[in-house]
T-cell receptor
Framework: GEDVEQSLFLSVREGDSSVINCTYT??????LYWYKQEPGAGLQLLTY?????DMKQDQRLTVLLNKKDKHLSLRIADTQTGDSAIYFC?????????????FGTGTRLQVTL | GAVVSQHPSWVICKSGTSVKIECRSL??????MFWYRQFPKQSLMLMAT?????????EQGVEKDKFLINHASLTLSTLTVTSAHPEDSSFYIC??????????????FGEGSRLTVL
């Protein structure tokens, strides 16, 4: 089946940029997503990218997609303490509107002062 | 934006009892809802996919008789954990697809429900 992998932990200083990486195996992925989960809460969609794009920017967030290498990254500029959370990447295969998302293992981002 | 609400947020129950968790899409019609289970410091594990008016599709290894899912309307899906045991203690999260997210496939998540079985 599909597999999505992420590094487990990232620590950055406030004001620096954070880069969270994700690799996936499904070559038929249509959309790829980044979700944020704060402690004890559900998931909040941050951004998504269609598979025929290689970059998407939304304010402090930049998503880069290397479809050939099946590598997705999320860059957070000027990281703030409020960005501390778990970040999940997810991919959606090409099996119609009922297709499910496969989530990565999550990367815990810790922002230090 | 699309809002999904879960209830209850926290539930503590005795072993052997059944617990029902509700998932509602508040401002859109959810044609498909998903139920996930999340263990501490782990990713989301998809339990089942439910489509309004039809039986849920369970993932491999998920007991359909233990985790009953009902999606009777386009705005409500319920997960009932029957005869709960301590190993069922977990964080259960629902998500819904529909409305503006129908084409892009994005899911809107509920706040999650933490179940503790004593």
């Amino acid at each position: 089946g599909e597999d999505v992998e992420q590094s487990l932990f990232l620590s950055v200083r406030e004001g620096d940029s954070s880069v969270i990486n994700c690799t996936y195996t499904d070559s038929s992925s249509t959309y790829l997503y980044w979700y944020k989960q704060e402690p004890g809460a559900g998931l909040q969609l941050l951004t998504y990218i269609f598979s025929n794009m290689d970059m998407k920017q939304d304010q402090r967030l930049t998503v880069l997609l290397n479809k050939k290498d099946k590598h997705l990254s999320l860059r957070i500029a000027d990281t703030q303490t409020g960005d501390s959370a778990i970040y999940f990447c997810a991919e959606r295969g090409n099996t119609g509107t009922a297709s499910k998302l496969t989530f990565g293992t999550g990367t815990r981002l810790q922002v230090t002062l | 934006g699309a809002v999904v609400s879960q209830h209850p947020s926290w539930v503590i129950c005795k072993s052997g009892t059944s617990v029902k968790i509700e998932c509602r899409s508040l401002d859109f019609q959810a044609t498909t809802m998903f139920w996930y289970r999340q263990f501490p410091k782990q990713s989301l594990m998809l339990m089942a996919t439910s489509n309004e008016g039809s039986k849920a599709t369970y993932e491999q290894g998920v007991e359909k008789d233990k985790f009953l899912i009902n999606h009777a309307s386009l705005t409500l899906s319920t997960l009932t954990v029957t005869s709960a045991h301590p190993e069922d203690s977990s964080f259960y999260i629902c998500s819904a697809r529909g409305g503006a997210g129908q084409n892009t496939g994005e899911l809107f998540f509920g706040e999650g429900s933490r179940l503790t079985v004593l």
